[in-house]
């Protein structure tokens, strides 16, 4: 995700990326289905989406913080190869396949998950700024 700078330039392009709410209940609906567990989600989602102005206000603030969000998160997060050899000498598996997760799945699953909880969390930060199908190739190209 921090590997391209998010800055004032790159609004436009994300407002222009953002789906509809309507667009967006259809992505869940796809997913999850229409009944108690859908609608469960819809609303999860929905507490966290934006439009407009609001939607403006919140990228304009992710410019701004953009370098010192970058580098509370590379403080506080292992890197991907570190955690993976931890992984592996600890015995535990490391790809997908080792717990039958083809790439395909394991990247639906990361675009699921930032639509489940109202909480805002590192994949709405990528799902805002236009990035998070770009990101979900990246982490499932990690694994090759």
């Known amino acids: 995700l921090f590997s391209e700078d998010f800055t004032s330039s790159d609004i436009a392009e994300a407002v222009t990326r953002y789906p509809s ?49 970058k580098m509370k998160v590379e403080r506080q997060i292992m890197s991907f190869t570190r955690m993976r050899e931890m992984f592996r000498v600890a015995g535990c598996p490391v790809h997908p396949r080792e717990i039958g997760v083809n790439a395909a799945r394991c990247g639906a699953s990361a675009i699921a998950a930032q639509m489940i909880r109202s909480r805002y969390t590192v994949l709405d930060l990528a799902f805002d700024t236009g990035r998070l199908h770009a990101v979900v190739e990246a982490i499932g190209s990690a694994w090759e």
């Open 21 to 69: 709410w309507s667009e967006r209940e259809g992505m869940i609906r796809k997913l999850f289905g229409d009944g108690v567990f859908g609608d469960k989600i819809v609303a999860e989602s929905k507490a966290k989406y934006l439009e407009g102005t609001a939607l403006r206000a919140r990228l304009e603030k992710i410019a701004v913080c953009w370098e010192e969000m």
